[in-house]
């Protein structure tokens, strides 16, 4: 579940850079890459979490 986490750190800002591009040029390819790792960040502190409350359990 952590690796899950940090490849996505690398994945999602890609993906949504290439989306954004696709959709919007360049400047949509900023606002995908950032809207990407937004959602990198979150998914890798909820598998964190999910880590320490499964260790204390």
Known sequence: MI???C???VVLPLIGMAAGGWL???GGAAWGAGIGFALAL???GLS???LVKARRG
Do not use: D, H, K, P
């Open 3 to 5: 690796a899950a986490g």
């Open 48 to 50: 964190g979490l999910a």
């Open 24 to 26: 919007a040029g360049s």
């Open 7 to 9: 490849l996505s750190l």
């Open 42 to 44: 979150a998914l890798c």
